[in-house]
T-cell receptor, first 112, second 115 residues
Framework: SQTIHQWPATLVQPVGSPLSLECTVE??????LYWYRQAAGRGLQLLFY??????ISSEVPQNLSASRPQDRQFILSSKKLLLSDSGFYLC???????????FGPGTRLTVL | AQSVSQHNHHVILSEAASLELGCNYS??????LFWYVQYPGQHLQLLLK??????LVKGIKGFEAEFIKSKFSFNLRKPSVQWSDTAEYFC?????????????FGSGTRLSIRP
């Protein structure tokens, strides 16, 4: 069966510091991968998605970037964090045209 | 642009009460519709989905939802809730890009069940 991992689970970072959040999927190949940010009372906002290695589409201009160095690895990064980057970040995967996305446990990021 | 509206931010019910959570969407074309649930401390997980066919779909744990195309609605229902249904519920609509599906989520409804 397929599983999705995210780490770290929680992270507290100072303003201006770099960020790297990792997401990996097991038990599938060539998945579509997604990064979302969940803000309280505002649902989930799609940040990036990827349909293959090295292919990244950005949905919202912001202080973040994403990379997909391997088929089942998706990384969310920032060079300098802002206070507004605080939130709950979710990674999700989808197998091709299945249209159903499966979510990881999330990372709670607090920028101070 | 697509959007999804969940009208109830927080719903409080007693056990055995009936539940209906509203969801409306705006999109001019064919849609795939989803309800996701997030139990306290757990992953966001799929509750049920509608792609085509019978507009009344059944999901896990006794939940069902009805797609009413004329009303652009996909309301979630359960005839008798349990304390374990306490969670946050998200309605979502699929927007298909060239090779990836971009799901638009509503803002969520927090459901609290009094034992």
């Amino acid at each position: 069966s397929q599983t999705i991992h995210q780490w770290p689970a929680t992270l507290v970072q100072p303003v201006g510091s770099p960020l790297s959040l990792e997401c990996t999927v097991e038990g599938t190949s060539n998945p579509n991968l997604y990064w979302y940010r969940q803000a309280a009372g505002r649902g989930l906002q799609l940040l990036f998605y990827s349909v293959g290695i090295g292919q990244i589409s950005s949905e919202v201009p912001q202080n973040l970037s994403a990379s997909r160095p391997q088929d089942r690895q998706f990384i969310l990064s920032s060079k300098k964090l802002l206070l507004s980057d605080s939130g709950f970040y979710l990674c999700a995967w989808e197998q091709g045209a299945a249209d159903t996305q499966y979510f990881g446990p999330g990372t709670r990021l607090t920028v101070l | 642009a697509q959007s999804v509206s969940q009208h109830n931010h927080h719903v409080i019910l007693s056990e055995a009460a009936s539940l209906e959570l509203g969801c409306n969407y705006s999109y001019g074309g064919t849609v795939n519709l989803f309800w996701y649930v997030q139990y306290p401390g757990q992953h966001l997980q799929l509750l049920l989905k509608y792609f085509s066919g019978d507009p009344l779909v059944k999901g896990i744990k006794g939940f069902e939802a009805e797609f009413i195309k004329s009303k652009f609605s996909f309301n979630l229902r359960k005839p008798s809730v349990q304390w374990s249904d306490t969670a946050e519920y998200f309605c979502a609509v699929n927007a298909r890009d060239s090779s990836a599906s971009k799901i638009i989520f509503g803002s969520g409804t927090r459901l609290s069940i009094r034992p």
